[in-house]
Every structure is written in structure tokens, then in C-alpha cells.
């Protein structure tokens, strides 16, 4: 399940960062492995529709 995470000084160390490097104190959304594949999987899906409409439009002279 997705939670929302703050990024600790700890984490990016751990993840070869700096301390202070601009993603320490940033809220991300954290996803665990079986969402992230469903994540994944909806963004393609968005890009492909996204396309297809783009060429329908080119197609078919549409605004």
C-alpha cells in the first residue's frame, strides 16, 4: 500500500546521498512493490492513450 514518507537524513545516506541534499525533509508518496507495478502499469497506459489521441488528432486535423 502507498504512504506518504518524509526522506530522513539517515535515509539518504543510506541510498549513497548527503545529508543535505535537497530530497532530506521532502514528503514522497512510498510505494511498496506490488503498487508500484500497478503504478507503473496505469502511467504506461496514460502515455498510450495520450498517443493515441495525439494521432487521431493529426489524423484528422483536430484541434
Known amino acids: 500500500?502507498?504512504?506518504l514518507v518524509k526522506i530522513t537524513k539517515q535515509m539518504a545516506l543510506d541510498w549513497g546521498l548527503t545529508e543535505d541534499?535537497?530530497?532530506?525533509g521532502k514528503v514522497v508518496t512510498w510505494?511498496?512493490?506490488?503498487?508500484?507495478?500497478?503504478v507503473v502499469n496505469k502511467h504506461a497506459n496514460e502515455i498510450y492513450l495520450v498517443n493515441e489521441l495525439n494521432q487521431f488528432k493529426k489524423n484528422n486535423k483536430v484541434n
Open 1 to 3: 500500500m502507498a504512504k
Open 21 to 24: 541534499d535537497p530530497m532530506v
Open 31 to 38: 510505494y511498496t512493490k506490488e503498487d508500484s507495478t500497478e
